[in-house]
């Protein structure tokens, strides 16, 4: 398995602001998964983050919204710009450990944003 | 289009009996399943597996059934404990070249003492 931290845990932001959250590795992965929960609504894959190329977004997501960094193979980090309150939402970041069998995702204990 | 579908949204078991949490698929690309377990405030938490290529797979309390011609899958918690309480999702995996997951919308379960 794989631990996974994710800072800030919670935040309440303005409309038009932009909240970075940062989601950090125990161990070396090749990708880092970004999700967003809806109140009442499925997780949702925004993008896959890889180290050393562009991120990789899903349909319905773009760039200048949700810019993503992965500047080493522990850490990356997901924006949320020009913040309205349609984003209120968890947003989750995953990861596959090397030399799993499977294909699970292990996931952090996801950010709670609320804006106003 | 929701290509995982969890019908029931909440569920409610006594302790000590089984419980069943089930879930369809339309896409017949999906070749691996997963149930993740999710405690409010908390990220999903992995719990168990199946691939394509298999129709059960067990780990302990917990009993995974695939049935690929009917695109339905069930997890089978028994004995059912106060601490099976929490959201459940499936999620699937399809042979599309990336490692996305398709979640279900959950079910919430609630073990009666």
Known sequence: ?116 | DQQVKQNSPSLSVQEGRISILNCDYTNSMFDYFLWYKKYPAEGPTFLISISSIKDKNEDGRFTVFLNKSAKHLSLHIVPSQPGDSAVYFCAAKGNFGNEKLTFGTGTRLTIIP
């Open chain 1, 1 to 116: 398995s794989a631990v996974i931290s994710q800072k800030p845990s919670r935040d309440i932001c303005q409309r038009g602001t932009s909240l970075t959250i940062q989601c950090q590795v125990d161990s070396q992965v090749t990708m880092m998964f970004w999700y967003r929960q809806q109140p009442g609504q499925s997780l949702t894959l925004i993008a896959t983050a890889n180290q050393g190329s562009e991120a990789t977004y899903e349909s319905g997501f773009v760039i200048d919204k949700f810019p993503i960094s992965r500047p080493n193979l522990t850490f990356s980090t997901l924006t949320v710009s020009n913040l309205s309150p349609e984003d209120s939402s968890i947003y989750l970041c995953s990861a596959r450990p090397p030399g799993l069998a499977g294909n699970e995702q292990f996931f952090g204990p996801g950010t709670r944003l609320t804006v106003l």
